[in-house]
């Protein structure tokens, strides 16, 4: 079992730039997750999905955050425009109902 | 006032101790998971419960319903247990709640 697999692990670009983050999830999993972890805030909750269709999205911080899921095997967390706030540590994670989460090693991104 | 309250914030230990991290809540839950974050970051799952207790080598889970609380014991403490031990809980929904984490450090 592959595990969880993000990528980037880490990335770096300047205030304004697009930042795709992406996310595929252990195989069977019908739950996806995308976290956020910051210093200041801990882990929060972005969004997540099951069965590819979007659930719940309240922590989404503002209209310049979108995730999707085009299949069951992929996803992606896109920030447009990216300010210096939205730097911390994402988070995917994969679950099937009521079991525990599988999280991904995490993706470090750091705006300038 | 935070949903998941954990205690403390910090802990250190000399290796072979008997630690306790302690997580109260204030939401009704289906399920509390103990998580467990290394320093190169990654997350994993040490253990999801209901009710009473589970122990996984070192490792021992508690929870009480009633009072909402939770414990999470390692015996025998090693300083390969340094991480950030962090105590989330589910309610009705699928979404997990977090504690804000316990940090702790093993000295040999």
């Known amino acids: 079992d592959a595990g969880v697999i993000q990528s980037p692990r880490h990335e770096v670009t300047e205030m304004g730039q697009e930042v795709t983050l992406r996310c595929k999830p252990i195989?069977?999993?019908?739950?996806l997750f995308w976290y956020r972890q910051t210093m200041m805030r801990g882990l929060e909750l972005l969004i997540y999905?099951?069965?590819?269709?979007?659930?719940?999205d309240s922590g989404m911080p503002e209209d310049r955050f979108s995730a999707k899921m085009p299949n069951a095997s992929f996803s992606t967390l896109k920030i447009q425009p990216s300010e210096p706030r939205d730097s911390a540590v994402y988070f995917c994670?994969?679950?099937?109902?009521?079991?525990?989460?599988?999280f991904g090693d995490g993706t470090r991104l750091s705006i300038l | 006032k935070n949903e998941v309250e954990q205690s403390p914030q910090n802990l250190t230990a000399q290796e072979g101790e008997f630690i306790t991290i302690n997580c109260s809540y204030s939401?009704?839950?289906?399920?509390l998971h103990w998580l467990q974050q290394h320093p190169g970051g990654g997350i994993v799952s040490l253990f999801m419960?209901?009710?009473g207790k589970k122990k996984h080598g070192r490792l021992i889970a508690t929870i009480n319903i009633q009072e909402k609380h939770s414990s999470l014991h390692i015996t025998a403490s090693h300083p390969r247990d340094s991480a950030v031990y962090i105590c989330?809980?589910?309610?009705?929904?699928?979404?997990?709640?977090f504690g804000t984490g316990t940090r702790l450090q093993v000295f040999p």
């Open positions: 994670a994969s679950s099937l109902q009521y079991q525990p989460q599988h």
């Open positions: 195989s069977g999993h019908d739950y």
């Open positions: 999905f099951n069965n590819n269709v979007p659930i719940d």
């Open positions: 939401v009704g839950i289906s399920a």
């Open positions: 419960l209901s009710s």
């Open positions: 989330a809980v589910r309610g009705n929904t699928d979404k997990l709640i």
